[in-house]
């Protein structure tokens, strides 16, 4: 007997990968501020993003494509596609030689 676990339940992994820059991002953008916050000099409240934008980017930037393989790489192995069908195959074809 099969419970319900076992059912394929695909990930979306598009919106992983969103999910975990926008987090990674975020903590970019309070190390930021705490950038603009400790400078000497006189910045406005844009130079979070003016002059420490560069670190929200290298905290967002690696974890969109980590993410998005994960997410893909644990949805391929399940995929019921079977390419290597000749029902698939244009008529052309023959066993890989084109007739």
Do not use: C
């Not at 993410?67 to 066993?95: F, M």
């Amino acid at each position: 007997m099969a419970s319900g676990d076992d059912q394929y339940h695909p990930k979306d992994a598009v919106r992983a990968a969103i999910n975990g820059t926008m987090i990674t991002g975020g903590a970019g953008l309070a190390v930021s501020a705490i950038q603009n916050t400790l400078t000497k000099r006189n910045v406005n409240a844009w130079g979070v993003f003016t002059r420490f934008g560069g670190t929200i980017a290298i905290f967002g930037m690696p974890s969109y494509p980590a993410k998005l393989s994960a997410g893909l790489t644990e949805n391929q192995p399940r995929w019921e596609v079977h390419t290597s069908s000749q029902d698939l195959l244009p008529p052309i074809y023959e066993r890989g030689m084109i007739v």
